[in-house]
Every structure is written in C-alpha cells, then in structure tokens.
Nanobody, 126 residues
C-alpha cells in the first residue's frame, strides 16, 4: 500500500525551529520529486518547497527562502523539511506529496502530485 506519513509538527514559539518528516512506504521516494505544501485556515494550499529526485534542484517559496531547508535520507525513504526562524504566518497544516511517475523535474502545483500524506499541524505562537 502506497502511503506517505508526515510527522514532526507541533506548537513552537516565534523564532523557533521544527523538523518535519515525510516517510514513505509501498514505494521509494528516491526516484521521485517530493514537495511540501501548507494550508492555513481559509486559504488555498500553497507550495512551500520541493526537491528533485536527483537532489540537483530545489525550490523554496519566497516566504520561506533562507529559513526552510529540504533534504532526503534515501536509506530511510524519508524527506525532511527543516524550518528555522518560524513566524506566526507559518502556522498551517503541512503536507508532503509525490507524483506517481518517477522523474527529476521540480513540480510546483498541487495538481502535479498524486500521493499525499495526512498532514501535520504546525502552530507558531508569539
């Protein structure tokens, strides 16, 4: 069974850090692009970051550039999102996603992804 499971969310003060994990089962992430998205209440889901299958390319939304970092551990079949200097506006449910097809292209939009995790809540307090 194909499954993505996010973890690592929680409540953190402004300026703090969290590391989100996206663990896959039933397939390998190594040969797929993986993206992180977030959705705040009343807002559309937005792309935060993604990494190509060969790790040659990464994307960060302007709002998180310089604060977030995406990485892989292929041995663990897991992708991470390190989030530093968190701000109130980072509060959202964070989702990881990957497409059904393999390949190395960066993918920026939710419709380009087929498999999604259940999401993990990140709440930043003042």
């Amino acid at each position: 069974q194909v499954q993505l499971v996010e973890s690592g969310g929680g409540l953190v003060q402004s300026g703090g850090s969290l590391r989100l994990s996206c663990a896959a089962s039933g397939f390998t992430l190594e040969d797929r692009t993986v993206g992180w998205f977030r959705q705040a209440p009343g807002k559309e889901r937005e792309g935060v970051s993604c990494v190509s299958s060969n790790d040659d390319s990464t994307f960060y939304a302007d709002s998180v550039k310089g604060r977030f970092s995406i990485s892989r551990d292929n041995a663990e079949n897991t992708v991470y999102l390190q989030m530093n200097s968190l701000k109130l506006e980072d509060t959202a449910v964070y989702y990881c996603a990957t497409p059904r097809r393999t390949g190395s292209a960066l993918l920026y939009f939710p419709y380009e992804y087929d498999y999604w995790g259940q999401g993990t809540q990140v709440t930043v307090s003042s």
